[in-house]
């Protein structure tokens, strides 16, 4: 069955109430028409719930607006959700991804994520390219997919709203790699699962890294909003000399602040029985005490790492939740330790994540209660780095 405005529904029931099922919910493919974004194609999802969250079809596939009721999760930068054909790759030192940073998800990836690196190309064997220079998290948040479908599944009582496509990251004698991506949610919740594939097409064995950017906004991040996640040290920070400058602890969350420069933690994350890695970011006091919360669920074989990170700069307030295939340093630090992955060709690698609202203090407590059954969060405010690598 599914629920909706407070009750159970069979299919006949919910067909008979409406032609559509689209006055309820529904996969609305409609295309941007004006500013930087112009001509980007987008999916908007809606549950029925008051959730929705908006498909960038031509930035990879990631999810650019997502709102609760009203109320926004996903974060909106200055540079709104820009056309990759604006896009210049190489631009300002390997910056300018930053000039296409908006959302609540953004991609790092394929064979590189995290800070520019300039990596040596021997296994393409084309000689006139010694080296691979990759810019900031990578090249796929600015590649267009194909979009191979979407639309509604109905399952007995319950329908699963979906959509997929294919996003390709390749070159003549260097990558071919394939991200397969595909939304699903159910007619009914506030939440979605993010299934991806990244594949292999080429004959070059190639590395692969990969990122998820996850960038909450106000509301949900708001002054006394707090990072709830099973955390057993924190072997990283970007600020560890000056862990307590700006007064901004990893636990709760700050107001905006001027000339705020960005905080990047490395936390190592216990996992539940099944695996499972439940991070959230919770604001009890949203509407006068009524609480929201936003949930993040990776699988600890898929994503071992977990970075959080905090731009409390006016204009651009945000906090990330970033899983992560490998440490914070990057490729260089993950050659050392032998920890780089590489993919042979047609070798994938698979990633399931599930995202989620918390509405109201009771899901709120409950997910706290969850995470500290994993784990005890550690209660203060500056973790002491450990610089302790554990895998």
Not at 1 to 23: C, K, N, V
Not at 189 to 213: I, Q
Not at 356 to 364: N, P
Request: proline share 5%; aromatic share 12%; charged share 20%.
């Amino acid at each position: 069955m599914t629920q909706l405005f407070g009750r159970s529904h069979s299919r006949r029931e919910l067909a008979a109430r409406a032609g559509s099922l689209a006055q309820f919910a529904g996969v609305q493919l409609s295309t941007l028409g004006d500013g930087v974004e112009r001509g980007i194609r987008c999916l908007e999802f809606r549950t029925g719930t008051g959730f929705s969250f908006r498909v960038l079809v031509d930035r990879a596939m990631d999810v650019g607006a997502c709102e609760y009721k009203g109320a926004a999760i996903g974060w909106q930068s200055p540079t709104g959700f820009r056309h990759p054909g604006l896009h210049e790759y190489s631009d300002e030192g390997g910056l300018s991804w930053l000039r296409s940073f908006s959302g609540l998800i953004v991609t790092g990836g394929l064979d590189h994520t995290l800070f520019m690196d300039r990596d040596t190309a021997d296994h393409y064997h084309y000689t006139p390219r010694p080296a691979v220079d990759s810019s900031l998290h990578g090249r796929i948040a600015n590649i267009p997919a194909r979009l191979t479908g979407y639309g509604e599944r109905w399952d007995g009582d319950e329908c699963v709203l979906w959509c997929e496509g294919v996003v390709q990251q390749a070159t003549v004698f260097g990558e071919d790699l394939h991200l397969v991506r595909r939304y699903e949610a159910r007619v009914g919740e506030s939440a979605f699962t993010l299934h991806d594939r990244v594949v292999n097409h080429g004959f070059y064995r190639t590395p692969h890294m990969f990122l998820y950017h996850i960038n909450v906004g106000h509301p949900v991040l708001d002054e006394g909003s707090r990072y709830v996640a099973p955390v057993r040290h924190t072997p990283w920070a970007a600020h560890a000399a000056a862990l307590q400058a700006q007064q901004v602890g990893y636990r709760t969350q700050s107001a905006p602040k001027p000339n705020f420069h960005e905080q990047v933690f490395e936390h190592a994350m216990a996992a539940d029985a099944q695996g499972k890695i439940p991070v959230g970011l919770v604001n009890p006091g949203f509407d006068g005490g009524r609480g929201i919360g936003f949930t993040v669920e990776v699988n600890r074989d898929e994503f071992p790492y977990q970075f959080q990170w905090q731009n409390y700069q006016e204009g651009q307030y945000a906090m990330g939740i970033e899983p992560s295939t490998n440490h914070v340093l990057g490729k260089p630090f993950a050659k050392t330790r032998d920890e780089l992955r590489w993919l042979e060709h047609g070798e994938e690698r698979r990633y399931t994540t599930r995202f989620g609202v918390l509405d109201g203090s009771a899901e709120i407590q409950a997910f706290e209660r969850r995470v500290q059954a994993i784990c005890a969060q550690p209660a203060q405010e500056f973790p002491p780095v450990t610089g302790r690598w554990d895998d």
